[in-house]
């Protein structure tokens, strides 16, 4: 009997042995595609195709997408290379609007495409833990919520009001240089770039990646009427 038991640990600690060293030496698989587009893109590359992206929307071109397989791929993780702050404005979908797939886009929106602390953080998480290197910050045109805001006046809720005062510097400094109906227009711009500033205002950890070249920011409006997207930055951080 002890022989038998002996017999039986002797073989069992061969097998383990064995399947030990073929997991050892079997290569791993290669990574996907998708992976490697992301490791070896630069900023301005993947800007490119999300402007080839747009390209397609606006024709109305989209690309075929397996999306069932795709969907059980990304099961396991997400790696997003491009985070968007957006507005919720419902005619504003920065999947559809870029033509992206999933996984693709990490997105934070809000009315006026303004980010308070959890819209900040949830950046952050992108960017530090999910490798995304290219942050847009996209506007559009006919924004309600700036529209408002350069109305001048008080809103019916504490929280609506919260919002307003959020974009109010903008308009304060679109209104230095336009006046009547040209306002919201450019206000709706500087509220980009004010959201783009204070977004970096508000996180040590993105600043970090900006200053150490991990992050790029792009400034952009989304036209309602063509569908186009249209960069706002001269330069971006």
Same mark, same amino acid.
């Given at each position: 009997?002890?022989?038998?038991?002996?017999?039986?640990? /002797? #073989?069992?600690?061969?097998?383990?042995? %064995?399947?030990?060293?073929? /997991?050892? /030496?079997?290569?791993?698989?290669? %990574?996907?595609?998708?992976?490697?587009?992301?490791?070896?893109?630069?900023? &301005?590359?993947?800007?490119? =195709?999300?402007?080839?992206?747009?390209?397609?929307?606006?024709?109305?071109?989209?690309?075929?997408?397996?999306?069932? +397989? #795709?969907?059980?791929?990304?099961? /396991?993780?997400? @790696?997003?290379?491009?985070?968007?702050?957006?507005? $919720?404005?419902?005619?504003?979908?920065?999947?559809?609007?870029?033509?992206?797939?999933? *996984?693709?886009?990490?997105?934070?929106?809000?009315? *006026?495409?303004?980010?308070?602390?959890? *819209?900040?953080?949830? #950046?952050?998480? %992108?960017?530090? @833990?999910?490798?995304? $290197?290219?942050?847009?910050?996209?506007?559009?045109?006919?924004? =309600?919520?700036?529209?408002?805001?350069?109305?001048?006046?008080?809103?019916?809720?504490?929280?609506?009001?919260?919002?307003?005062?959020?974009?109010?510097?903008?308009?304060?400094?679109? !209104?230095? +240089?336009?006046?009547?109906?040209?306002?919201?227009? $450019?206000?709706?711009?500087?509220?980009? @770039?004010? +959201?783009?500033? &204070?977004? #970096?205002?508000? $996180?040590?950890?993105?600043? @970090?990646?900006? &200053?150490?070249?991990?992050?790029?920011?792009?400034?952009?409006?989304?036209?309602?009427?063509?569908?186009?997207?249209?960069?706002?930055?001269? *330069? !971006?951080?």
């Amino acid at each position: 009997m002890q022989r038998r038991a002996l017999g039986l640990i /002797t #073989l069992f600690a061969l097998v383990l042995t %064995a399947t030990a060293q073929q /997991t050892a /030496t079997t290569p791993k698989p290669p %990574a996907t595609h998708h992976a490697k587009a992301h490791q070896a893109a630069s900023a &301005d590359q993947i800007w490119a =195709g999300l402007m080839e992206g747009n390209k397609r929307f606006v024709a109305g071109k989209p690309k075929a997408r397996e999306l069932v +397989s #795709l969907r059980k791929s990304l099961a /396991t993780g997400q @790696h997003p290379h491009v985070a968007v702050l957006a507005c $919720s404005d419902s005619r504003v979908a920065p999947e559809l609007v870029f033509d992206q797939n999933l *996984g693709d886009l990490f997105v934070v929106r809000s009315a *006026g495409n303004i980010a308070d602390a959890i *819209g900040v953080g949830s #950046l952050e998480y %992108a960017v530090e @833990h999910l490798g995304t $290197s290219v942050l847009v910050v996209l506007g559009h045109t006919k924004c =309600g919520a700036v529209t408002a805001a350069c109305s001048g006046e008080k809103m019916p809720t504490s929280n609506l009001q919260a919002l307003v005062d959020k974009i109010s510097p903008a308009v304060a400094q679109a !209104s230095q +240089s336009v006046k009547g109906n040209e306002l919201v227009e $450019s206000a709706i711009k500087e509220n980009v @770039h004010q +959201s783009a500033k &204070d977004v #970096l205002a508000s $996180s040590d950890v993105l600043r @970090h990646f900006v &200053d150490d070249g991990k992050l790029k920011v792009f400034e952009a409006e989304y036209d309602i009427d063509s569908g186009e997207v249209v960069r706002l930055d001269a *330069g !971006s951080r």
